[in-house]
């Protein structure tokens, strides 16, 4: 046979167990551009999930009290925790995490544009928990069904331990919607400033989404960014009227034709500028990153030369 | 895959979830020794008592079946279906069987 054929063999039986809902696990042949996809999405998943504690980190001095503070400790310990699974879920396809972390070291890999605005007040906790990662959520559960074996397990797990997440938000929100009027105004404040940004997670409308196609084919992806936004909408409207929030947009209204909420439009370019590094914070989140990173370096390294002394004073007992 | 990375060697963690049943792959994670990849595997793996049991193996201590292979590799059980207990015939009205 030759490399053609065997190509040819080799992708029909990938395409069969894509078809099938069949998983695809490490070892199994996949073609490049499916290694490639999945290298760049499940990284900037990874990385997602890791500067993301940087605009929490920045609430854990000054939480209100010592319940809310131990409970911010905690998410922020789960998001680098789903860092984690899915750093070594993106591993098996045969990247090392130091090569992923060199990549965002470099501005070669990207992470969730939403990690790039301030978190300027302790109701912002409360927004990110619940649009942010109700966002996420609406995401994530989706890609539990995702064709790559491992990514689908990391999803199975991080959707598990989401939901309390978006409670903690909404929770912090109803409380200030409860409090006095100074505190209903920085709710509303933090909706006002954290809705847009929520909704461009999801990423650009399916027409100038040059990559989903691809994905959707080969279930990477298994619904469209334009179908998930509106699920978000659907479903934290109600949410938001039942504390009294206003939605920051004028055109948001039910259709009783499409069963759903239409809404205005959203602002592209913004989205652009802060993917393409202008956006509020993107300097600061990346410097945060790389300082810790070379600050933990003395860590490691006497991890590693504990360990091989170790090693060496066993071989001198033996 | 390269075994020796920064932040140490690569483990695969399995987790018995409640004793008595069996332990099941979890993932994986990285550890400069075995002492500090268990730690790890605790931190990461079993933040809400997801487990009674953790076991670490090297990553390149295990031994696969070749997934090109798994057809002959496994197909020594296609024609014994004799092994299965629908193969047999049991008189209407036999119970419990």
Redesign the interface.
């Known amino acids: 046979m030759d490399n053609n054929e065997e190509y040819q063999k080799n992708l029909l039986e990938f395409e069969r167990k894509i078809e099938a809902e069949e998983k695809i696990?490490p070892?199994?042949?996949m073609p490049d551009a499916y290694r490639h996809h999945l290298i760049r999405q499940m990284s900037q998943h990874a990385h997602s999930e890791v500067i993301g504690m940087q605009p929490e980190g920045n609430w854990v001095n000054r939480a209100p009290s010592l319940r809310s503070k131990k409970i911010l400790i905690a998410k922020i310990?789960?998001e680098g925790?789903h860092g984690?699974?899915l750093y070594?879920?993106a591993?098996?396809l045969?990247v090392?995490?130091?090569q992923f972390v060199q990549w965002l070291h470099e501005g070669k890999a990207k992470y969730s544009s939403i990690f790039n605005y301030p978190s300027l007040s302790w109701a912002d906790i409360g927004a990110i928990g619940w649009l942010v990662d109700g966002a996420a959520i609406v995401n994530q559960v989706s890609l539990c069904r995702t064709s790559y074996g491992?990514y689908s397990?990391?999803m199975v797990?991080i959707c598990?331990?989401e939901s309390f997440h978006q409670r903690q938000g909404y929770e912090i929100m109803c409380d200030m919607m409860n409090g006095t009027e100074d505190q209903r105004k920085m709710a509303q404040d933090a909706m006002n400033r954290w809705w847009w940004p929520s909704l461009m997670m999801f990423g650009p409308t399916d027409n100038d989404s040059p990559n989903s196609q691809r994905a959707m084919k080969w279930k990477i992806k298994r619904e469209s960014n334009d179908k998930l936004r509106q699920k978000f909408i659907d479903k934290t409207m109600d949410q938001a009227e039942f504390i009294g929030l206003t939605v920051p947009d004028p055109d948001l209204k039910w259709n009783e034709e499409t069963q759903h909420y239409d809404f205005g439009q959203i602002d592209w370019e913004e989205f652009y500028e802060v993917i393409k590094g202008r956006g509020p914070c993107n300097r600061q989140r990346l410097e945060t990153h790389i300082q810790s990173h070379q600050e933990g370096e003395w860590v490691?390294n006497s991890?590693?030369e504990?360990?091989r002394m170790?090693?060496e004073a066993k071989k001198e007992l033996v | 895959?390269?075994n020796q990375?920064?932040?140490?060697e690569?483990w695969e963690v399995f987790l018995q979830s409640k004793s008595g049943l069996a332990f099941k792959h979890a993932?994986?994670?990285?550890g400069?020794?075995a002492e500090?990849a268990l730690q790890n595997a605790r931190?990461?793996y079993t933040?809400?008592n997801e487990a009674v049991g953790l076991w670490i193996v090297p990553s390149d201590q295990i031994i696969?079946a070749?997934?090109?292979d798994s057809e002959s590799f496994f197909d020594l059980a296609n024609d014994k279906i004799y092994r299965h207990p629908t193969f047999y015939n049991v008189p209407d009205g036999v119970k419990h069987m």
């Open positions: 696990e070892r199994d042949w310990q789960d925790g984690l699974y070594y879920a591993e098996t045969g090392s995490r130091d491992p397990r990391a797990r598990k331990e490691r991890a590693r504990y360990s170790m090693k | 895959m390269s990375a920064e932040t140490g690569l993932g994986s994670v990285h400069s020794d500090i931190d990461v933040r809400r696969a070749s997934p090109s």
